[in-house]
């Protein structure tokens, strides 16, 4: 049998998915071990593979076929636009993408203004802006700590991810729009999907019988 291999998002995303995968049996110990320089681990008896890459990152491992099976933020899905199969919303990592600013910035976006754009996401904003508002704006790309640039004028209004939303109100910034909910996601390479079609569907299978995903579907709550 062949190694099952799985690209995680590092950080918190990872610790979840872990966490997650062990309710179904699925374990990696030493994977635990905050403390390893390693890249890669093994289960050698389940044969399944794990490493932990960037999250922007993962569906490229995936859509080249590095991994069979990825788990990352929605976000980064829409960003980098990779062809693989979306298969599961995980339902953790719950956050929004939105359009914040300060509370001037409102009238800018109602009347259509050529306003600056300022985000780590200059696909979803430009795919936002020109194709759902059909506003014409100017997008800068940053790397982080995108709240600065409204703040120090560099931009009218970001584009980014609002969990808590502490984040903002410590600013003095507000969401203005919002543009789509977030959640991390299970994603399959489409080669993988055919050769491991049984072992992903069971991999899937055991998961959506987890309580968390049953109640999801009833009410529509985490
Ligand atoms: C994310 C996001 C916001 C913040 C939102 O930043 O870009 O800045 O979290 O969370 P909140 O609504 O709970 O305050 P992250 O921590 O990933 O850092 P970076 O964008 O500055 O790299």
Redesign the pocket.
């Known amino acids: 049998m062949r190694y099952l291999t799985f690209a995680l998002a590092k950080g918190r995303l990872a610790k979840k998915t872990l966490a997650l995968f062990e309710q179904i049996g699925i374990t990696c110990e030493e994977m635990k071990d905050e403390s390893t320089r390693k890249l890669i681990f093994v289960n050698e008896e389940l044969k399944l593979k794990f490493f932990l890459s960037k999250a922007t990152d993962v569906p490229t491992y995936v859509e080249y076929g590095a991994a069979d099976i990825g788990v990352v933020g929605k976000d980064t899905l829409l960003e980098e636009g990779r062809d693989l199969y979306e298969m599961m919303d995980l339902g953790f990592g719950k956050?929004r993408m939105c359009v914040c600013g300060p509370e001037s910035a409102r009238e800018k976006l109602m009347h259509n203004e050529l306003i600056r754009v300022a985000s780590?996401y200059p696909h979803i904003a430009k795919d936002y802006f020109y194709n759902e508002k059909m506003q014409t704006v100017e997008i800068i790309k940053l790397?982080?700590?995108?709240?600065l640039a409204p703040i120090v004028g560099l931009s009218e209004v970001i584009v980014?991810?609002?969990?808590?939303?502490?984040?903002?109100r410590e600013n003095g910034l507000t969401i203005l729009e919002e543009i789509c909910p977030l959640s991390a996601r299970m994603v399959v390479n489409q080669v993988s999907l055919k050769m491991e079609q049984q072992r992903i569907r069971n991999l899937i299978n055991a998961l959506s019988k987890l309580p968390q995903y049953k109640t999801e579907r009833k009410d529509g709550n985490e």
């Open positions: 956050c780590k790397n982080g700590s995108v709240e980014d991810i609002v969990e808590t939303g502490s984040t903002l």
